[in-house]
């Protein structure tokens, strides 16, 4: 059984920082981590995705130089450090195992304030 299970959302000003972190378990080995997001009444979006060796990093055009995904040396974990937040960035944030089969977290709120 694979888990995946997200935190450190919460609310923060605009212009804030928020750093969130994934914990994972299970068969996850070889599969990328990343995050999407999801606004209410709109389509879950892409975010950000780094591979299984840490090589090779992604983000979505609306956070690129804002944002940082980064795995720790176990590559367990998956963190996402969200910098010069803005309130559009408000959304619940999912974190996700991608590969030979998909895994997702419940998710973790954050707001940015205005």
């Known amino acids: 059984q694979v888990q995946l299970v997200e935190s450190g959302g919460g609310l923060v000003q605009d212009g804030g920082s928020l750093r969130l972190s994934c914990a994972a378990s299970?068969?996850?080995?070889?599969?990328?981590l990343g995050w999407w997001r999801q606004a209410p009444g709109k389509e879950r979006e892409f975010v950000s995705v780094?591979?299984?060796?840490?090589?090779?990093?992604k983000y979505a055009d609306s956070v690129k130089g804002r944002f940082t995904v980064s795995r720790d040396n176990a590559r367990s974990t998956v963190f996402l450090q969200m910098d010069s937040l803005k309130p559009e960035d408000t959304a619940v944030y999912f974190c996700?195992?991608?590969?030979?089969?998909?895994?997702w977290g419940q998710g973790t709120q954050v707001t940015v304030s205005s």
């Open positions: 996700s195992a991608r590969g030979d089969r998909n895994y």
């Open positions: 299970g068969r996850i080995s070889e599969h990328a």
């Open positions: 780094i591979s299984w060796s840490g090589g090779t990093v």
